[in-house]
């Protein structure tokens, strides 16, 4: 569901009271001058009338279709409750698009925290777009090219490059293509490239279940250990060790089976 842009208001602490302001001028009518304003609340819903995002800032500027703000905080609600809260040093909106600038930060409410140094909130779209960041939970950190965040659906996605790590159950660095996340896995695709801590990978898809911490690698899954090579069509990495399935095939590396007195 697309949230409705409602009538935004703007409350103006001025001497002796406060103020009320449309947000846009309308359509015909003369650019007003810039008005200076504190305590800054604006808000949205969607077609239900359902709080979709409020924004408070300290103070901004508005002049026409232009509102600029400085130190903004964005929530933003999903089904009755807060799923993200976005923070940065000024924002500024024309239209149906909104851009947050320096040191931008967003936590979501599924333990995430999203660094940037510029993201874009396309309201009519629900998106919430950037070039490059930083993200981060417990035993995970990505970071990526060219990420998107479908706010109706309260997901992520990355598509063009990341390097990322996975400190669960072992630590595994990956690079890849693209990335999809939502608050239970992630979703790792394209040509991926995985180094452990003694062992290394080469797959297309990697799930990881953020809940019983489960590593799963999927198509033409190769692998190289220190005491021997395999390929699989799938390997599982739990906390309890790994499990090969799917047209198993192992080499062993020369001298496995030796004693420790090399008999």
Request: proline share 2%; net charge negative.
């Amino acid at each position: 569901m697309h949230r409705a842009r409602s009538l935004l208001l703007v409350a103006l602490a001025v001497i002796g009271g406060a103020v009320t302001l449309p947000l846009r001028s309308s359509p015909g009518e003369e650019a007003s001058p810039a008005t200076r304003a504190t305590g800054v609340v604006l808000r949205g819903y969607d077609a239900e009338g359902n709080a979709a995002w409020m924004v408070t800032a300290a103070d901004g500027t508005i002049q026409a279709d232009v509102g600029s703000l400085a130190s903004p905080e964005i929530v933003f609600y999903k089904a009755g409750r807060e799923a993200l809260r976005a923070r940065s040093e000024t924002l500024v909106s024309a239209g149906k698009e909104a851009v947050l600038r320096g040191n931008v930060v967003i936590s979501s409410d599924d333990g995430y925290r999203l660094e940037t140094d510029e993201l874009v909130w396309n309201q009519s779209a629900d998106l919430l777009t950037s070039h490059r960041v930083a993200i981060a939970s417990e035993g995970v950190t990505v970071d990526a090219h060219e990420f998107l965040y479908l706010l109706n659906e309260d997901r992520w996605s990355v598509s063009e490059g990341f390097t990322a790590t996975i400190d669960r159950p072992s630590l595994l660095r990956v690079v890849g293509k693209t990335l999809e996340g939502d608050g239970e896995r992630l979703v790792l695709s394209g040509e991926l490239s995985i180094e452990g801590e003694d062992e290394t990978y080469s797959c297309e898809r990697i799930d990881y279940e953020r809940a019983n911490e489960e590593v799963r690698l999927s198509g033409s899954v190769r692998g190289t250990l220190s005491w021997a090579t395999l390929s699989a069509d799938a390997i599982t990495l739990t906390t309890a060790g790994s499990e090969a399935t799917g047209a198993v095939r192992v080499v062993l590396e020369p001298g496995f089976f030796r004693s420790e007195n090399g008999a």
